[in-house]
């Protein structure tokens, strides 16, 4: 009725501020705080002192939202419904402040909320691992670190403030470790666990290293992960989920203690535990396994049907992905299942911007110059600038950055593209390879007749636009697989009997290429690319020349910073060593000197290469290791037989419907370190049918094989089986 009133019969949309008032003498007409006071009498009179202390906090608590809703919203009008929500997200917001009522009791409480007493006999502090304390603080608000004290000082003179900033969090860490370390008056506990989920080894908090090194007389006592003996013996609830895993263990052969069973037995006989006991052996009897789809389901999720036969049509990232875990492809390219969006203020993906300023680099070098032999630092700058001032609409997109943010995103944006392509040039300029065709596409669109832009007879071909083929693999008689993607750079090398060829992928972080990864199909990205280009490009090239393969490199874009051991450096060492920073990394193909010097005009015997992963022996003859970078002609077709295997083996478990959960483990990670389908599949070590498909492989004997398999045709090498 007062909200009736004040809206003199128009739609009822109030102040922030009068609808504070309005609450407020409705909470007072209804005697809100004298009904409060007389539950505080009787929770107290009941001795129930919790009780008391909630009752007798409510109402300040209600005054303090009112202000802030006036405080932040001021005079915004707001409807009913949209009050409703805004004071339902503040009591949801709102906690109470509980301190224990007696002296013998346990409290839980956060180290930035709870204020425990010098009185506290022991103090327990779990999970102390790297990042937790001190937090790892994430920058994320919309303000810099000084818009944000430049505003803070405005706001001051209103008697207003800002949450803490970057500087301001980090301090407040450093006070929770010495709060932490100060406050009990008993026994202080710290504890960290070894190891996560997957076993792998958990870095402790500094502040556990520090103590230790203040006390160097501590000893530290190690606790099993689960308990044993008498110790869990205290309450029912507890019980439960140790029969569970008794219970477990008797499905391993393991023997059980005879307490065990009688605890089953006790369960047994209490009525209110039946349910729980019988949702437990439900748990257990069931397997957390996947059984295929089969085949006529998986050719109607994933292929095509042309006629009588069944295509297959997939990028070569979807059958990495595959291989890593198909249940993990099946939920992402089955069910199309998505993480929920979350809208945040977060910066523009660099690494698209990065790809975008390097392609138009190349491509405007290669058609208007100067040319790369005559391609001066300064030209380089200049050039790149103009390219990120062409990208900045995609930088101003972030609407909610400011100008002097934008300016800064463009600055580090430049930063970061200067040097890679002042890095890029030095590598095309100081070898005989130069760029034939950017952004290659195959199987993704029509193919498109390409010009060549090639200036003379002699002079290496130059495409500005190009679409290949599909790669495309024959299953068997009724199926084909068509691989697709885009390659970021072919590059192209001319020699005195034929044309070398290879392709450059353009990373943000460092990458390196396995052979183990590769035969088990964890990395086929990059051999694939170049697989598709030694397909196509010998018929694009004048005269059908013959194309041989030269290697396949990642190039990372990067700003490096030097680690030099000692001063002195002169310009021209400097020089080498950052240069060295950007050495491809990758695969070369092993064609001999005319290759080395097609890929490093500088490199002589004895010397490393700046540009290629090559060292020469003083006799002109490349270094060669068992992991090493490297590889003979008889190998790479080896690898390309191996390939074109596991290729057609993984296309026809796809639709065969395979959507096993079966992560493939690697000594570089796991198919679940960064999957966000977790919650979906359950994957579990403790179940007997949930383990890895581990990659274990001497890299020594794999290289062996691989020597033997060069000889005999490349039998043998694939490392990829899902049973």
């Known amino acids: 009725e007062k909200a009736q009133k004040a809206s003199a019969g128009r739609v009822m949309r109030l102040s922030a501020r009068r609808w504070a008032a309005i609450l407020l003498e409705l909470c007072l007409d209804l005697g809100v705080p004298q009904k409060l006071e007389q539950w505080c009498r009787a929770a107290r009179e009941e001795s129930q002192p919790a009780l008391f202390r909630e009752h007798r906090q409510v109402w300040r608590l209600v005054g303090g939202l009112l202000d802030q809703l006036v405080e932040t919203l001021g005079e915004a009008e707001l409807t009913l419904e949209e009050l409703s929500a805004v004071m339902d997200a503040g009591f949801e917001a709102t906690d109470l402040a509980l301190i224990p009522p007696v002296l013998d009791a346990v409290t839980v409480g956060s180290l930035d909320r709870s204020r425990p007493s010098r009185d506290v006999q022991v103090l327990f502090v779990p999970g102390l691992t790297e990042g937790v304390l001190p937090a790892r603080i994430k920058t994320t608000g919309v303000f810099t670190d000084r818009e944000r004290e430049a505003l803070s000082h405005r706001l001051a003179q209103r008697n207003r403030e800002l949450p803490p900033g970057t500087v301001d969090r980090l301090q407040q860490e450093q006070f929770l470790v010495y709060r932490v370390l100060t406050r009990t008056g008993g026994r202080l506990i710290l504890s960290h666990p070894l190891g996560d989920s997957e076993g792998r080894a958990v870095t402790p908090s500094p502040v556990v290293r520090r103590v230790k090194e203040l006390l160097p007389g501590l000893k530290p006592q190690f606790l099993p992960a689960e ?81 009588q036969r069944h295509f297959l049509k997939t990028t070569v990232y979807r059958l990495e992905r595959f291989v890593q875990c198909p249940f993990a492809h099946f939920l992402a390219h089955g069910l199309g299942l998505e993480e929920r969006l979350i809208f945040t203020v977060a910066p523009p993906d660099t690494g698209q911007l990065y790809h975008e300023v390097l392609r138009r680099f190349v491509e405007q070098v290669q058609k208007e110059g100067p040319h790369w032999e005559a391609l001066g630092d300064g030209d380089i700058y200049r050039i790149c600038a103009e390219l990120v001032e062409q990208l900045a609409p995609a930088l101003q997109n972030q609407i909610l950055l400011s100008s002097a943010r934008l300016r800064r995103q463009k600055e580090r944006l430049l930063e970061q593209v200067s040097h890679s392509a002042r890095a890029l040039a030095r590598q095309i300029k100081n070898s005989r390879f130069r760029p034939a065709a950017l952004e290659v596409s195959f199987g993704t669109r029509e193919n498109l007749s390409p010009r060549d832009m090639a200036a003379g007879q002699e002079a290496l071909p130059f495409w500005t636009e190009l679409c290949l083929p599909p790669l495309e693999l024959v299953l068997d008689g009724e199926t084909v697989l068509h691989l697709v993607g885009r390659i970021d750079r072919v590059d192209l090398g001319r020699g005195e009997q034929c044309l070398y060829l290879r392709v450059i992928d353009y990373k943000s972080g460092a990458s390196s290429l396995d052979l183990a990864g590769v035969l088990a199909g964890a990395q086929l990205q990059l051999l694939v690319y170049l697989w598709a280009a030694l397909e196509h490009f010998a018929a694009l090239c004048r005269h059908r020349q013959r194309i041989l393969p030269a290697g396949a490199f990642y190039f990372q874009v990067q700003r490096p910073l030097l680690k030099l051991e000692q001063p002195g450096f002169l310009p021209e060492e400097l020089e080498r060593e950052w240069l060295k920073e950007f050495r491809l990394s990758g695969w070369l193909i092993d064609h001999g000197p005319e290759l080395y010097s097609l890929s490093d005009q500088g490199l002589k015997p004895g010397t490393s290469s700046l540009l290629v992963p090559v060292r020469l022996t003083g006799n002109g003859s490349p270094y060669r290791q068992a992991t090493g970078p490297l590889y003979t002609p008889a190998e790479f077709r080896a690898i390309l037989d191996g390939l074109r295997e596991l290729l057609c083996r993984a296309g026809r478990d796809i639709l065969d419907g395979r959507v096993d959960i079966a992560p493939l483990k690697t000594a570089s990670g796991s198919g679940c370190q960064f999957c966000a389908y977790r919650p979906v599949c359950r994957f579990d070590l403790w179940l007997p049918e949930n383990r890895y498909r581990s990659l274990q492989v001497d890299k020594r004997e794999l290289r062996r094989r691989l020597e033997d398999a060069g000889r005999e045709g490349g039998k043998g090498l694939v490392l990829y089986n899902l049973d």
């Open 227 to 307: 308990p044993s003996g008498e110790d869990i013996m205290e309450h029912p609830s507890g019980l439960l989920p140790q029969l569970a895993l008794r219970w477990r263990d008797a499905a391993r052969g393991e023997p059980v203690p005879p307490v065990w069973w009688r605890v089953y037995n006790l369960f047994l006989e209490r009525e209110e535990w039946r349910e729980k006991l019988a949702l437990v052996r439900a748990g257990l009897m069931e397997r957390n396994v996947e059984p295929p789809l089969g085949r006529e389901l998986g050719r109607r999720l994933w292929g095509v049907q042309r006629g």
